[in-house]
C-alpha cells in the first residue's frame, strides 16, 4: 500500500511520454501527408526590399519605404553582431544546424508540455518553421497551420541552405509596426547597425519577434524589458555569457521612442533613387562617414550665419571626379531654409571666383605672367566703369597680387583682352553649366559674377585646375561610366593658376599656404562663395539664403571660406601638395621676365576722369520693386552707388540713412509699400536722385 503514491506519478509520467509519442506521430503523419499536396514552398524571390542608397564604404546612407509602407532592409549574418546568434540560437533554436526544418526533441518537448499542463507553453517552432510562416503568414493559429509550417519548413531546408534562411529570418522577422527585419528594428531602437549591440540590446532584438506588437518598446516599454530580461534568464543557461554581463544587460534602459532611419546625403540619394527606381540597392561615391561630418559642419554653420541662411558644400577627388561627400542643404526637413532645394544644383551669381579662368586664359596665351605688372586704376571701358570692393585702388600691382587681393580693375581689363565670349566658350566647353541673364550676351561683367553658375559645376572647374588644365566631369554614382575629359586650359598655365591661388590670403585664424582657393561675393550681398584644392580634394562652399535675398555684409572671405578651411581640416590632417611645376613654367621676377611679359597694358579704356560723377544704379528711377518679407520682417532694399567724392551722404525721402566712405552699395529697410526717393550726395556737392515704386 506504500507504494501506491511513487506508482501514480510514474504512471502519469508514462501516460504522457505515450501522448507525446502519440503526438509526435499524428505530426510526423501529417507532414508525410502534406508533402505531397502544398506544391513548391515560397522562396522568398518575390519579395519586395526597402530600396537603400549605400555609400562608398558600404555604409547606409538613406533607405525608403517598400510600396507597402515597410521597412524591410536586406540582411545576412555579416551584417549582424556574432553574439546575437548566440543569444538567438541559445533561446529559439538549440539545434538549428543539425535538424532539417523541424527540431523532433523540440516538438516532443512541445507536445509533452501540452500534454500535461493542457495548455501550449512553447510551440517548438525552428527558426526555418518561423521563416515558412513568415513567407506565407496565416492570421489563425491552428494544428493544421503548425502542420503546415513543419512543412514548409522541410521545404525550405531543402532548396536553400542554412546561411540564405537565416538571412531571410533577419530581413523577415517582425520588430513592431512596419519594421521588419533586424537593420530596421536596430536603426529605428538604437539609431545603428546591428553589427555591434550591447548584450541587452541583443535580447530585445531576439524577443521582439516572437510577439512584436505586445513588446513594442516605443509603446510598452515595461513589455519589453520584461521580455528583455526573461530572454537574459534564458540564455544564461547556455553558460555563454558571465553572470556580470548579464546583470548589467538587465540593468541597460529598453528604448522608449523610435529614432529616424538615416537621412544621409539625401538629395543625392533622392536623385539615385529617381534614376534607378528598379534597382534595389544603390551604390555612391560618397564616404558616408564623411557625409555626416559635413552635414553636420553645415548645420552648424548656417544658424550661426543667422535666420533663413542656407550651406552647400561639394568635395571632389581630383584625379577620378568622384564626389565624396555633396550637402545640397544644412537640414532636409527646414522649411525656412528651403531644406528640399538641392543648393548644389542651384544657379546662382559666382562673384569673383571665376577671376582665376581669365587670369589662366591671360597666361595661355601669353598676354601676362604672375609676375606681369597691371594696372589698378580707375578706367572705364564704355559706359563700364568696374571697381573694387572696398572702393579703392591699389595702382601699379603684380598679377600674382591682383588675383589674390582679387582686385576688379585688373580682372576686368584682362577679360577685355582675352574676350567675355571666348572666357564664356572655354567654361562651356569644359562641362560647366552657364547661365546668362535673359536678353544679356557675354559682357565684361561676366568676370565679376554677371553669370550664373551651379556650386557642382564650379567645383568641377576649380578640379580642372588642380589637374592641370582638364576637367574630369564629376559624378557619384559608382556604376557611372567614366566621361571623356575636357580640356580648360594648358597645364603651365593652370600651374600658374594654382600656385597664386595658394598664396591668397586666408581667413582669420587659419593657416595660409596650404591650400589655393578663390573666394567670391555676388552682387547685393546675395552669395558668398569659397573654393579650393589640394594636390588630392577639390572643395566647393556656397553660403546666402535660398530665395535669393540680399544679406548686408554677407561675405565670401568671413562667411565661406571659414567654412572651406573646416572642410579641408576633416578632409587630411596636411593637405596634399599641389603637383609639380609641368616643363614650360617661367619662374622669374619681374625685371627679368621677356620685356613683353613685363608690363600689361590695359585696351579699349578711357579716362579716369570719366567716372567722377556719382550716381546711383539701383535701383533705376521710375523702377517697381517688389518687397520680399521673411515672417514679420522685410528684407532690405540695396543702393548701388558709383562714382563721387567721398564721404558720401545717403538720404531717403529727406531723411538720412548714412553716411558711406566710398562708391558701393548700402541698405535700407522700408517701412511698407509706397513710393519711396533715395538722394546721394558727394563732398563736391554733385548729387543723384531717383524715385522707385514698392509694392508687394
Known amino acids: 500500500m506504500a507504494a501506491a503514491p511513487t506508482s501514480r506519478p510514474r504512471r502519469r509520467w508514462a501516460y504522457a511520454a505515450a501522448g507525446a509519442l502519440w503526438c509526435a506521430a499524428i505530426a510526423g503523419g501529417a507532414i508525410a501527408g502534406l508533402v505531397d499536396t502544398l506544391g513548391p514552398p515560397p522562396l522568398g524571390k518575390n519579395l519586395t526590399y526597402s530600396q537603400t542608397v549605400l555609400g562608398s564604404d558600404g555604409e547606409l546612407l538613406r533607405a525608403y519605404l517598400t510600396p507597402e509602407g515597410r521597412w524591410r532592409l536586406p540582411a545576412s549574418a555579416a551584417d549582424v553582431d556574432p553574439r546575437f546568434f548566440d543569444a538567438l540560437f541559445a533561446y529559439e533554436d538549440k539545434r538549428f544546424f543539425s535538424h532539417h526544418g523541424v527540431d523532433p526533441l523540440a516538438t516532443l518537448r512541445a507536445a509533452y508540455q ?55 529570418y533577419l530581413t523577415l522577422a517582425p520588430y513592431g509596426g512596419n519594421l521588419e527585419g533586424i537593420r530596421a528594428a536596430s536603426f529605428a531602437y538604437f539609431g545603428k547597425e546591428p553589427r555591434r ?175 606681369t605688372l597691371i594696372e589698378d586704376r580707375p578706367i572705364r571701358f564704355g559706359d563700364y566703369a568696374p571697381e573694387n570692393f572696398d572702393q579703392t585702388f591699389q595702382g601699379t600691382v603684380t598679377v600674382r597680387r591682383a588675383l589674390q587681393m582679387s582686385l576688379n580693375v585688373p580682372a576686368v581689363s584682362l577679360l577685355d583682352a582675352v574676350g567675355p565670349s571666348r572666357l564664356l566658350a572655354r567654361l562651356d566647353e569644359a562641362g560647366a553649366s552657364l547661365k546668362l541673364p535673359e536678353h544679356e550676351t557675354a559682357g565684361l561683367a561676366l568676370g565679376l559674377g554677371g553669370i550664373g553658375i551651379r556650386l557642382i559645376d564650379l567645383t568641377a572647374l576649380y578640379a580642372g585646375l588642380a589637374r592641370q588644365g582638364t576637367v574630369m566631369p564629376l559624378h557619384e554614382r559608382q556604376d557611372d561610366p567614366v566621361l571623356p575629359e ?138 517697381s520693386l517688389a518687397l520680399e518679407q521673411d515672417g514679420s520682417a522685410i528684407d532690405p532694399i540695396p543702393i548701388k552707388i558709383t562714382g563721387g ?27 511698407g509699400p509706397g513710393f519711396v526717393r533715395v538722394t546721394v550726395t558727394d563732398a563736391t556737392g554733385a548729387a543723384d536722385s531717383v524715385s522707385v515704386r514698392l509694392q508687394q
Open 197 to 371: 549591440l550591447t548584450l541587452g540590446e541583443t535580447a530585445l532584438l531576439v524577443a521582439l519577434p516572437q510577439s512584436p506588437e505586445y513588446r513594442r518598446p516605443d509603446r510598452h516599454p515595461n513589455h519589453a524589458r520584461d521580455a528583455r530580461n526573461r530572454v537574459l534568464d534564458r540564455i544564461a543557461e547556455s553558460e555563454l555569457f558571465s553572470a556580470e554581463e548579464l546583470t548589467a544587460a538587465k540593468a541597460e534602459p529598453v528604448p522608449t521612442a523610435r529614432k529616424s532611419m538615416p537621412l544621409g546625403a539625401p538629395h543625392a540619394s533622392d536623385d539615385a533613387k529617381a534614376a534607378f527606381s528598379d534597382q534595389s540597392i544603390i551604390h555612391l561615391t560618397i564616404n558616408a562617414r564623411l557625409q555626416r561630418r559635413l552635414e553636420r559642419l553645415a548645420h552648424d554653420r548656417a544658424r550661426g550665419l543667422g535666420d533663413a541662411m542656407s550651406v552647400a558644400i561639394v568635395v571632389a577627388e581630383n584625379e577620378t571626379g568622384r564626389i565624396l561627400a555633396r550637402v545640397a542643404t544644412p537640414d532636409y526637413f527646414d522649411a525656412t531654409r528651403a531644406g528640399q532645394v538641392d543648393l548644389t544644383r542651384a544657379v546662382r551669381s559666382p562673384g569673383s571666383t571665376l577671376k582665376p579662368f581669365i587670369y589662366g586664359i591671360g597666361f595661355e596665351d601669353g598676354l601676362v605672367h604672375p609676375e
Open 486 to 623: 575636357h580640356r580648360l586650359m594648358e597645364p603651365v598655365a593652370a600651374w600658374y593658376v594654382g600656385d597664386v591661388l595658394r598664396g591668397a590670403p586666408p581667413p582669420p585664424n587659419a593657416l595660409g599656404g596650404r591650400i589655393a582657393f578663390k573666394t567670391g561675393t555676388s552682387y547685393g550681398y546675395r552669395d558668398a562663395w569659397a573654393v579650393g584644392f589640394d594636390g588630392r580634394y577639390t572643395v566647393g562652399v556656397w553660403t546666402g539664403r535660398p530665395d535669393g535675398a540680399p544679406v548686408p555684409g554677407l561675405l565670401g572671405r568671413t562667411a565661406a571660406a571659414p567654412i572651406l578651411f573646416d572642410v579641408f581640416a576633416r578632409l587630411t590632417e596636411q593637405p596634399r601638395p599641389l603637383p609639380p611645376a609641368p616643363r614650360g613654367v617661367l619662374i622669374e621676377r619681374t625685371a627679368q621676365l621677356p620685356p613683353p611679359l613685363r608690363r600689361f597694358a590695359a585696351r579699349n579704356m578711357q579716362s579716369a576722369s570719366a567716372v567722377s560723377d556719382v550716381r546711383i544704379v539701383f535701383p533705376p528711377n521710375g523702377a
Open 645 to 671: 567724392t567721398a564721404p558720401l551722404s545717403i538720404l531717403v525721402d529727406g531723411m538720412p540713412l548714412q553716411t558711406a566712405r566710398g562708391a558701393g552699395t548700402v541698405f535700407f529697410s522700408p517701412v
Open 114 to 168: 501540452l500534454a500535461t499542463r493542457g495548455e501550449i507553453v512553447s510551440g517548438g517552432s525552428t527558426i526555418s518553421m518561423q521563416v515558412a510562416r513568415l513567407l506565407e503568414p496565416r492570421r489563425k493559429r491552428s494544428l493544421y497551420a503548425k502542420f503546415r509550417q513543419m512543412v514548409r519548413a522541410v521545404q525550405l531546408e531543402q532548396a536553400l541552405n542554412k546561411q540564405k534562411i537565416l538571412s531571410l
